[in-house]
């Protein structure tokens, strides 16, 4: 013990473990050994030590509590429950117990269980300021913002002065809307001395930052809110306040929906900050040096998570057909823990991984690869880094997808594009950055071999004769518009089911509330329950029909269900985001099922959903055609790409500015 307290934990370690093995089993000893392993940051050692006595530790709550805590240290979840719940059952009013089972299922999304067990664990400690902070925390997590400000108010009153608690409650007042309140406390907080990070911002940000987060939730509830704060910031930047970094509006603005002139100023201001960023260490990067090399296309892929099953097929699929003599692949995933496995489906091409890395090591380590192309897959998804295209790792950066219109001042040359995506007129906006358009699709796809369902209607919990609606779609893309209008197709609709991809806890709560605000009743949304790629490409068989989200299209769930032999129906924008799905579908030659306005396209629905003879017509037709279409002739495409990639380097290499251009069909 002397040693432990004179900051010698490996001495203490060895005394008790010496003591151990002169008195195997003692409870004491075991557990003062797991103590100091744990802070020798060995948990797995201390799970060990604890469970040579687990019967005398789990002969009472205390004991039970510390084993639940050492099994959850060590991933083992549903041993720490069943710890906890036996902790409960010797004590069901031990905080301890309580506050460490509340967490769990925090963790788990299962707020009402959470909040359930940080209320009674409060209600065992009331004198404790941990059990308020954790029953805050759990209003926070499940956004009930109003009741976490009315507690934390009172938590205030019998803890003045409380670091933590004022924090948490600045940050409720802001998600609140409550800004007034809000900033003066956040500014009494600076400076104040915390065991933890305070909220940092001011209240507008915090609200900002909060409630983007909550639409990856589908929870849409300060959607107008927050719409305009946005709006209030543009009018700022337009009178010459300094910008700010807005990627969070720039992926999440059509779902507000902001209008594309509004997304290109926020482009503009997000860009103006990340250029301004401190230079990255060590030589400048240098056009002309990469420009002189000879040799193939060097082009470089900002790719997805590599455990993004369906984007890492694609790409392979494309990468696989390219020219290798004149090309060369170099792919930048962001994998978080990777593995070398993963990569495999990528071979022969060079995969580095670089979510380990900030953006100015990134930068450095892609600018040893000396690319001519650079081209970004990522805008849109959690894996875009926008700040190192800002900072340019190639003679030539591509986007693409990107939004037309964007400044020349950008870091993007060009936007690779096609004709349906940017049309010559109408709805162009007259890009001021170079655009290549392909001349059927930018999406394309191999054709996976049709499958059979992976499970029966039943199995799925459709009803026998129900009409299947699908709407996969990331939880991103699903927006409170297009969900109105699902709604009102179930409406006029009452055998058919919404069938939805298999989003998270929270997600599906939020569209289940939703549903039932709009009158449908809760049986009628359907959530895929596919754990695998295989799995959720032969369910996919089951659905009679797929609806395309209307702000930001679907694009892989709307190729997926193709594949499978599901026709689709979209609605073709104004916006880049809201044109994808008419891309795809016309190259599928199902020009017929793209609605130029958003009543069409309820009509399309309506109709199809009406007569099941003509969907089935449709749904034969889709069999016999797509495998056909351009969509799927990936070898075509491919030499369209490659085209594109000459075109760029080529002018590049020449010294010529980059010119927009409209490629033929091979």
């Known amino acids: 013990m002397d040693a432990h307290e004179n900051g010698d934990p490996v001495r203490a370690l060895l005394a008790f473990e010496t003591a151990l093995a002169l008195a195997p089993g003692n409870v004491q000893a075991s557990s003062a050994c797991a103590t100091l392993l744990f802070e020798l940051a060995r948990p797995q050692a201390a799970l060990a030590c604890l469970k040579t006595v687990e019967q005398q530790l789990l002969a009472d709550a205390e004991g039970a509590t510390n084993l639940a805590i050492a099994a959850s240290a060590c991933g083992e979840r549903e041993a720490a429950k069943n710890y906890l719940d036996t902790a409960l059952l010797r004590d069901a009013g031990h905080a301890r117990a309580l506050h460490h089972l509340a967490l769990i299922h925090a963790q788990d999304g299962q707020w009402h269980e959470a909040i359930e067990l940080a209320t009674r664990c409060l209600a065992a400690a009331p004198h404790q300021d941990g ?17 976490a400000a009315a507690h934390l108010d009172k938590a205030v009153r019998q803890f003045p002065g409380h670091a933590l608690l004022s924090g948490r409650l600045a940050l409720a007042l802001a998600l609140c809307g409550d800004f007034e309140q809000s900033d003066p406390l956040l500014a009494s907080l600076a400076g104040m001395p915390s065991r933890e990070q305070l909220p940092a911002g001011d209240a507008r940000t915090l609200f900002s930052r909060h409630a983007f987060d909550a639409l990856h939730d589908c929870d849409w509830r300060e959607q107008d809110r927050l719409l305009a704060l946005v709006r209030h910031e543009l009018s700022a930047l337009r009178m010459g306040v300094p910008s700010r970094d807005m990627r969070q509006a720039l992926v999440c603005g ?39 090399r000879q040799g193939p296309i060097r082009i470089g892929i900002a790719a997805r998570d590599l455990r993004d099953e369906a984007a890492t097929a694609e790409l392979a699929a494309q990468l696989a057909l390219y020219d290798s003599a004149r090309f060369e692949f170099y792919i930048y995933a962001p994998t978080p823990q990777p593995q070398a496995v993963l990569a495999q489906a990528l071979a022969p091409h060079r995969v580095i991984e670089i979510a380990h890395f900030n953006d100015n090591e990134a930068i450095l380590r892609i600018r040893l690869d000396r690319l001519d192309i650079w081209l970004d897959l990522t805008f849109g998804s ?20 990107g939004w037309h219109g964007q400044d020349a001042q950008g870091p993007f040359e060009y936007t ?20 290549v358009r392909l001349p059927h699709t930018c999406w394309p796809a191999s054709l996976a071999p049709a499958g059979t369902p992976g499970l029966t209607r039943r199995q799925a919990g459709f009803p026998a004769d129900a009409l299947v609606l699908c709407a996969f779609a990331p939880a991103l893309h699903i927006d409170a518009h297009s969900f109105g209008v699902w709604m009102r197709v179930l409406a006029a609709l009452p055998d058919a089911v919404l069938w939805l991809p298999p989003l998270g806890r929270m997600a599906q709560a939020n569209l289940r509330r939703e549903a039932q605000t709009a009158g449908i009743k809760e049986g009628r949304l359907c959530f895929a329950t596919a754990s ?4 959720r490409l032969d369910s996919l068989a089951l659905a009679d029909l797929f609806m395309d989200t209307l702000r930001i299209n679907a694009r892989q769930d709307l190729l997926d269900a193709l594949r499978m032999g599901v026709p689709g129906i979209s609605c073709a924008g104004s916006g880049m985001a809201a044109r994808a ?17 958003e009543a069409a396209y309820v009509d399309a629905v309506l ?17 016999a055609e797509v495998a056909t279409a351009p969509l799927f002739d990936l070898p075509a495409r491919v030499r369209e790409f490659e085209a594109a990639w000459i075109w760029m380097a080529d002018r590049a290499r020449a010294g010529w500015p980059p010119e927009s251009v409209d490629l033929p069909a091979p």
Request: proline fraction near 7%.
């Open 131 to 147: 059990a308020w902070i954790t029953v805050a925390d759990m209003l926070l997590g499940a956004r009930r913002h109003a009741e």
């Open 254 to 292: 059509p779902l507000l929906p902001l209008d594309d002139d509004e997304m290109q100023q926020i482009a503009r201001a997000t860009w103006d900050v990340l250029v301004a960023q401190p230079t990255t260490p060590g030589r400048p990067f240098s056009a002309a040096d990469v420009l002189r």
């Open 382 to 401: 959690l894996a875009w880094r926008p700040g190192i295209a800002a900072r340019r790792v190639a003679p030539v950066q591509v986007q693409h997808p």
């Open 416 to 435: 690779l594009s096609d004709v349906f995506m940017h049309p010559a007129s109408g709805t162009d906006n007259k890009p001021r950055n170079a655009l």
């Open 532 to 535: 695998t790629r295989e799995e």
């Open 581 to 597: 799905g008419g891309s795809i579908l016309l190259a599928a030659g199902l020009g017929d099922c793209v609605a130029d306005t």
């Open 607 to 623: 109709r199809l959903g009406r007569d099941r003879a003509v969907l089935q017509q449709l749904r034969e037709r889709v069999k």
